[in-house]
Structures are given as structure tokens and as C-alpha cells.
């Protein structure tokens, strides 16, 4: 099964608005990281936080990670048509080596 | 810096068929990762190559073998294709390492088998 979750599935919001979609994982991790994908290109990768950390800045965007919960969010503030693409988790953890495990997604839709 | 380069870009195959993906990581990488992506889900780990050796291995069969060169590059080679292996196959590259390991991906090949 996926280690990490997203939540919601798909979100749809207007230009201008925040977007804020959250992921679970199940085990210890490293980092966790958040992609976004547009129309099943390849991943751009967005920011990095990692398990020491608890909240991070890149531009507009805003990460937080609780490790208690085994969750993060990932916040776009004053979203832009251009930011309608798949957006993902990826949990980097210790198997018995690294591996980075992605989630199923979240499809946000931005409308102009 | 070209970053991740995968080749080709799409592909269609016959059931039952046998496929080579290439990947050329981003300069200075020395880890490759290859995930399969169908359509609506995420990426899912297939396996990984560090020193031209498999490291580690998601829930794939052996009909899903890989290949990492002196230089670093890698193949992905799927033998005895089925219909169920369509999808957009990734590669990302990184440096091995612990907490702050990056990965970059390729813009994928997409499979598509009939």
C-alpha cells in the first residue's frame, strides 16, 4: 500500500484563493517532499522538509510537518491558473536502504 | 545542465513484446530510481541503482529488470509485456544520502502495450 496519502482527491478553487492539501504517511521518515505534475509530465519537485523541521517557505508555498500525526499540509496562497496540475507527497525512509514512496495525488483545478 | 533525460519519449508495444527504457541522470548524480505511473495514480516504486547495483526493489515481478552503467545512466528493460503495463514510466536521479536527498525526474516515456 502507498506510505503516503493525500487528502482531498481533487480540489477545485477560484484564482486568487489559498489551496491547502494534506498527506498521512505511516512510518518514520527522513523527509517528505512535494511534487507537483502537469498532465502526466514529469515531477517538478517543490520544497523539501525534513523530519527535524516543522514548517517551511517557498514563495507562495507553505509546508508543515507534524511527526506526531504522521502528516504534513502543503498551502499555495493566491493561487494562479498556472497552478492546475497533480500535486504529491513523497516520503523518504529507511527500508533497509532509502527509497522515496509517493502518495495517489491531489488533482487541484484553479479557475481564471 | 540538461537534468534528467528519458528516451524515448513514447512507445507502442505488442503483448507479449519485450521494451528497453533509457535514462541519463542529472550531472553529478550517482543514484537512479525507476517508478511506473498509470493513468490517475502516483508513482510507483519499481527499483533502485546505486554503484551499477539494484539497491532496492518495490512490488514489482521479475519480468522488471534494470540496469545502471559505469556513466552512471540506466536502463529499465520489461519483458513479456502485458496490456497492464501501460503507463508513463519515470526515472529520477539523486545523490545518495540521508536526510536532504532531492530526487529529480525525467519527463517519462509513456508505454503503452496492446
Known amino acids: 500500500s502507498q506510505q503516503g496519502e493525500e487528502d482531498p482527491q481533487a480540489l477545485s478553487i477560484q484564482e486568487g484563493e489559498n489551496a491547502t492539501m494534506n498527506c498521512s504517511y505511516k512510518t518514520s521518515i527522513n523527509n517528505l517532499q512535494w511534487y507537483r505534475q502537469n498532465s502526466g509530465r514529469g515531477l517538478v519537485h517543490l520544497i523539501l522538509?525534513?523530519?527535524?523541521?516543522r514548517e517551511k517557505h517557498s514563495g507562495r508555498l507553505r509546508v508543515t510537518l507534524d511527526t506526531s500525526k504522521k502528516s504534513s499540509s502543503l498551502l499555495i496562497t493566491a493561487s494562479r491558473a498556472a497552478d492546475t496540475a497533480s500535486y504529491f507527497c513523497?516520503?523518504?525512509?529507511?527500508?533497509?536502504?532509502?527509497?522515496?514512496?509517493f502518495g495517489a495525488g491531489t488533482r487541484l483545478f484553479v479557475k481564471a | 545542465d540538461a537534468g534528467v533525460t528519458q528516451s524515448p519519449t513514447h512507445l507502442i508495444k505488442t503483448r507479449g513484446q519485450q521494451v528497453t527504457l533509457r535514462c541519463s541522470p542529472k550531472?553529478?548524480?550517482?543514484?537512479v530510481s525507476w517508478y511506473q505511473q498509470a493513468l490517475g495514480q502516483g508513482p510507483q516504486f519499481i527499483f533502485q541503482?546505486?554503484?551499477?547495483?539494484?539497491?532496492q526493489r518495490g512490488n514489482f515481478p521479475d519480468r522488471f529488470s534494470g540496469h545502471q552503467f559505469p556513466n552512471y545512466s540506466s536502463e529499465l528493460n520489461v519483458n513479456a509485456l502485458l496490456l497492464g503495463d501501460s503507463a508513463l514510466y519515470l526515472c529520477a536521479s539523486s545523490i545518495t544520502g540521508g536526510a536532504n536527498t532531492e530526487a529529480f525526474f525525467g519527463q517519462g516515456t509513456r508505454l503503452t502495450v496492446v
Open positions: 550531472s553529478g548524480h550517482d543514484t
Open positions: 541503482y546505486y554503484e551499477e547495483e539494484e539497491r
Open positions: 522538509i525534513r523530519s527535524n523541521e
Open positions: 513523497a516520503t523518504y525512509w529507511n527500508t533497509g536502504g532509502f527509497k522515496t514512496i
